[in-house]
């Protein structure tokens, strides 16, 4: 003969060995990031050399300007936003800072401002470029180079190539 259990019992067995449920508490943690507004640089152009042509003498100007230019990145988790800066603030700049002209195509950020004419470089912190919001992701900003005067700069070695060199300094504030 053979045994069958019934439903009853089944559920009733089932009950008996299933795992005792535990009486459990619970509670909370608060996670709090204290974020501070910073900025990044970072300069992808360390150095540009400009070469006059017969035609830059002639209209007594050259320039870099495009992809020619200086690209610097920037970034900020301000959520006020930020500014680029540039100077010259080499003690004898050897090409006269009226003649050393910069400017940016780069478009503002929202609510920012762009120095989008040809502007003489000065020996203070001039503003290039700024956003009014986060810019959370790296902004590449080209600066165009314009130097003027040419003859201005003689050859010192007669008849060969002589450098003249400035260095520009790039910093960026949060606002």
Do not use: H
Not at 72 to 93: I, Y
Not at 106 to 119: K, L, V
């Amino acid at each position: 003969m053979r045994r069958t259990l019934s439903t009853a019992a089944m559920l009733l067995l089932g009950g008996v060995l299933a795992p005792a449920a535990f009486a459990g508490t619970s509670g909370t943690s608060t996670v709090t990031l204290a974020a501070n507004a910073t900025a990044t640089i970072d300069i992808l152009t360390s150095g540009i050399t400009l070469s006059p042509t017969s035609s830059d003498y002639d209209n007594n100007y050259l320039e870099a300007a495009a992809a020619s230019g200086i690209d610097v990145r920037v970034k900020s988790n301000s959520s006020t936003g930020m500014v680029l800066k540039v100077k010259c603030a080499d003690a004898s700049p050897q090409i006269a800072l009226a003649d050393l002209l910069i400017k940016t195509a780069t478009a503002a950020g929202t609510g920012g401002a762009s120095m989008s004419s040809y502007t003489a470089v000065t020996a203070t912190d001039q503003n290039l470029w700024s956003t009014g919001v986060s810019q959370s992701s790296f902004k590449t900003v080209t600066t165009d180079v314009k130097i003027q005067n040419l003859f201005s700069y003689t050859d010192a070695s007669g008849g060969g190539t002589t450098s003249y060199t400035n260095t520009l300094t790039y910093s960026v504030i949060v606002l």
